[in-house]
Structure formats: structure tokens, C-alpha cells
């Protein structure tokens, strides 16, 4: 679901999601819950942990907003159904007495929905993070995790990492362990200081902890410095490697759940080979290389582009199709940290203001339909050539359903 969202609406989305749940008996009181909020990764952080907790064989419920359509409520990693969903959005409505957004009924209908066919645990994502999310309202919480806080959200929150780390340290609940990645130290000073008032403890991870030892399209093989878990070491399917904060918080997570439930080596093993991570580096053809993908900061970029280059090189022309999302036009900083790694690239835009040197760039301008641009490209691709297709969750769906999804 979109995570567009005004500050006034802001204001209104989590009392009025309280007062929905009040109505409903308070569902979400039936079942321990994992808050994941942050700026970047909570779908991931939420799928890795679902993948591991299912293949512990615990009954899992997910709420992840961020998540594609269709996929934002899940039982074990399998998305439920509109027809399923329906009468908990029904009875939803009627709690709402109207005037309520989509996400919030969702929210609403999700938890009635764990409540009712008893899930062991629920794994909830932020819809935009920080102390007025709507997703605060899980009294049985036993963990918070913080994932990246690169961006804040300054139209919401205010500029400046501090107050995006106020906001994320202002989720932690008393007596409950907040994780994160963060190392900024500013960030963390925020941290440590608001737990201490929220009477919360401050768990610190380090991302660099984590790291692919060996990289091929098949697959990744990953290393841990700190093999408290018993690993020693797990195989992905191939991921950009701005997931290796991700991974390194929910292991984290992982390491706290241990002692009170049933997760061995095997399970995270198992439940970290095939994450469910739509359009976060998935590969949907291997002849031609076509790699989805959803970065949009100058960090991801960079990372993407060390990504690709850790793989084996398919040997043909590199392709980058950059699909604005309407609204945000892409900074310069982000295109240059893309665009010198491939051999042309189109930019799949409605409008630009006109800011970017698309001449010094050396980017060729297309109209604003995915689809099309994609067409456009895939018409002279080569087996050997790779296509990265970068821009927001819808259109790399509507990418996808063009190319066609992978052989199973």
C-alpha cells in the first residue's frame, strides 16, 4: 500500500486505528508481536524473520504495508486472499463508523484475522515509522526493530537524523529490547537517551558483521564474524547487498527469541533461502539477465552497482531502465552512481523539472509508461546482455507482468 501520507493525516491514523481495534474488542491483544519500523528494509527485516519463525513451524502472521499489493497480510508466508479477508474488512468498515483510511482497515482486519485462526506470533511493519505510526498499538510486544534511518521523512518528522531517530526511539515500549543497525552516532546518542525515558533497552547490531563470501546468480553464501546463532554459515538467493543490515537484524532478532522458542541452525537456514522480497534484486530472466529493483537512494545505488559487480559478468551490453516515480524526481547524486556502470541508459518519465544534465549523464529520456519503455529496451537485448529496472513497486510489477515471472 502507498505510504503517502500528510502530517495532519498523520496526526489522525493512529488514534483512529486505536478507537477501530476498541471497538473490535482489541484483537491485536491476543497474540505476541515484532514491531519493525525505520526508513528503508522493514518488508525485508519482515520477510526474513516470517521465512525463519515458518520454518520453525510457528504460525505466523504478517502485517507489512510496505509490502506489494496483495502480499501486505500473510499466514506463513502465504498471502491471504481477498475472498478470506473480506468479512474482517467488513466488520472493520463497521467499526470505523467511517472517515478511516484503507491501510488502517487493513490493519484492523489483519489482526482479526490473526486473532481468529491463532497465529503463535504476528511480525508487523510500519506503514511510515516513527511514534505516530499507525501500527503502534500492539500491547503484547516483545521486540522493536529499527532498521535504516538513512532518509527520515523531513516533510513528516523534520530534517536532520536526530529527529528521525527521536521518532523511531519514541516506538520502543518499557521492558521491551529495541534493536538497530544505525551506527551514526548522532543517531544512536538520540537513541540511547529516549530509551532511557521510554525505560527500553538499547540493543546495538553491526551490519558489517554479515558479508557474502561467495556470490554467483545461482545464489549467495554468507559469513558471520559472530556465530552465536551456530551457523557458521547460510546460502540466500542472490540479494543486494544493502541487505546486509537487514540480515544482520534479524538475526539479532533471532538471538533474542532464542530460549523461548523453537529456532535452530537448520530453520534460519532454511527460512533464509528463499525470502519473500518482491522487486528488492529479483532476478525474472536469466537470458537475457533482467534484475528488479527498488532503490532510490545514492547509498543503494552505489551498493546495487557493487552488487552487480560481485557477480560474474554475463559477458554482453548493461542496460539500466530508471523509472521515475511520479513526484520525486531521481537527484543527480543517484544517477551517477548508476549510470557510469552501464552501457546506455533510459530514464521512463511523465516529467522532469527540467534540473537533471541529461546530456552530461549521457541518459536517453523515454515517455512515462514502464511498459513501454521496457519494450523499447528488451527489442534489441542480446542473451548474454543485463537489464537492471529500477524504480517504485507499481511500476516494476507492471515491468514484471511484461517480462513474465521465472521458471520455478
Not at 491483544?29 to 510457528?58: C, D, M, Q, W, Y
Not at 530460549?259 to 525470502?275: A, F, K, N, Q, V
Request: aromatic share 6%; charged share 25%; glycine share 10%.
Amino acid at each position: 500500500m502507498s505510504a503517502t501520507i500528510t502530517k495532519e493525516e498523520l496526526s489522525r491514523t493512529l488514534p483512529r486505528t486505536r478507537e477501530i481495534l476498541a471497538r473490535l474488542g482489541n484483537p491485536q491483544g491476543a497474540f505476541p508481536a515484532i514491531h519493525v519500523t525505520g526508513t528503508r528494509g522493514k518488508s525485508s527485516v519482515v520477510a526474513f524473520l516470517e521465512g525463519i519463525l515458518s520454518s520453525a513451524g510457528h504460525r505466523v502472521g504478517v502485517f507489512s504495508p510496505s509490502s506489494p499489493p496483495g502480499t501486505e497480510v500473510r499466514i506463513s508466508g502465504d498471502p491471504v486472499s481477498g475472498e478470506t479477508l473480506r468479512p474482517f474488512l467488513e466488520e472493520a468498515r463497521r467499526a470505523s463508523r467511517g472517515g478511516a483510511r484503507p491501510v488502517e482497515l487493513l490493519c484492523a482486519a489483519s489482526f482479526l484475522l490473526f486473532a481468529e485462526v491463532g497465529v503463535e506470533i504476528a511480525l508487523v511493519g510500519a506503514e511510515i515509522g516513527g511514534r505516530k505510526d499507525l501500527t503502534n498499538c500492539l500491547p503484547r510486544k516483545i521486540l522493536t526493530l529499527v532498521s535504516s534511518l538513512t532518509e527520515g521523512r523531513p516533510e513528516l518528522f523534520g530534517g536532520g537524523i536526530e529527529r528521525a531517530s527521536w521518532e523511531e526511539a519514541s516506538t520502543a515500549s518499557p521492558g521491551v529490547p529495541l534493536l538497530t543497525v544505525e551506527r551514526d552516532m548522532e543517531a544512536l546518542a538520540v537513541f540511547a537517551e529516549r530509551l532511557r525515558e521510554r525505560g527500553a533497552a538499547l540493543v546495538m547490531l553491526d551490519p558489517e558483521a554479515v558479508w557474502p563470501e561467495r556470490t554467483s546468480w545461482e545464489g549467495f553464501r554468507w559469513r558471520l564474524g559472530d556465530d552465536s546463532l551456530g551457523l557458521r554459515e547460510f546460502i540466500t538467493r542472490p540479494l543486494g547487498l544493502y541487505q546486509r543490515e537487514n540480515l544482520a537484524l534479524t538475526l539479532g532478532a533471532v538471538g533474542e527469541l532464542l530460549g523461548g522458542w523453537d529456532i535452530s541452525p537448520e530453520h534460519i537456514r532454511r527460512g533464509l533461502l528463499y525470502p519473500r522480497l518482491d522487486v528488492r534484486f529479483e532476478v525474472v530472466s536469466w537470458s537475457p539477465y533482467v534484475v528488479l529493483d527498488r532503490a532510490r537512494t545514492p547509498r543503494e545505488a552505489k551498493l546495487l552497482v557493487e552488487t552487480l559487480k560481485a557477480l560474474p559478468d554475463p559477458g554482453g551490453r548493461k542496460y539500466l531502465l530508471f523509472i521515475v516515480e511520479p513526484g520525486i524526481p531521481p537527484t543527480v547524486d543517484l544517477l551517477e552512481g548508476l549510470v557510469s556502470y552501464f552501457d546506455a541508459t533510459v530514464v521512463c518519465a511523465g516529467e522532469l523539472d527540467g534540473g537533471l544534465p541529461l546530456d552530461r549523464l549521457e541518459v536517453e529520456l523515454f515517455g512515462g509508461d514502464p511498459t513501454r519503455a521496457w519494450e523499447e529496451i528488451s527489442g534489441e537485448l542480446e542473451p548474454d546482455d543485463l537489464v537492471l529496472v529500477l524504480g517504485p513497486k507499481p511500476a516494476l510489477m507492471e515491468v514484471r507482468g511484461a517480462i513474465g515471472r521465472p521458471p520455478s
